[in-house]
Nanobody
Framework: QVQLVESGGGLVQAGDSLRLSCAAS????????MAWFRQAPGKEREFVAG???????YYTDSVKGRCTISRDNAKNTVYLQMNSLKPEDTAVYYC?????????????????????WGQGTQVTVSS
């Protein structure tokens, strides 16, 4: 079992930047692909970014060029750097971990691939 705790959310203006952090504890962090998902009110949870165990990264089209996912295995932490924030980025952001064998090279965009989830951190972008 791995426990995940997100931090770094907040209220910002359009065009600002935020860095979200997700601290993991429990099982060996480096054994998991990690991802960020988000859920806006009235919408389904959607994939934002993922990083495999070998640091291959994946992004949804709406955040490409604005967001960067990274991991620090020594600190058991995954980050999401978000720049040029837009009001449509407003959502609760969740960190997730997937320990399947394919995660050595791949991070899934499917929420049901991830067995471990954090509680979420709110990001609100005002126009």
């Amino acid at each position: 079992q791995v426990q995940l705790v997100e931090s770094g959310g907040g209220l910002v203006q359009a065009g600002d930047s935020l860095r979200l952090s997700c601290a993991a504890s429990g099982r060996t962090f480096s054994n998991y692909a990690m991802a960020w998902f988000r859920q806006a009110p009235g919408k389904e949870r959607e994939f934002v970014a993922g990083i495999s165990r070998s640091n291959n990264t994946y992004y949804t089209d709406s955040v490409k060029g604005r967001c960067t996912i990274s991991r620090d295995n020594a600190k058991n932490t995954v980050y999401l750097q978000m720049n040029s924030l837009k009001p449509e980025d407003t959502a609760v952001y969740y960190c997730a971990a997937d320990g399947a064998p394919y995660t050595s090279v791949y991070a899934s965009h499917r929420a049901n691939a991830y067995a471990h989830w954090g509680q979420g951190t709110q990001v609100t972008v005002s126009s």
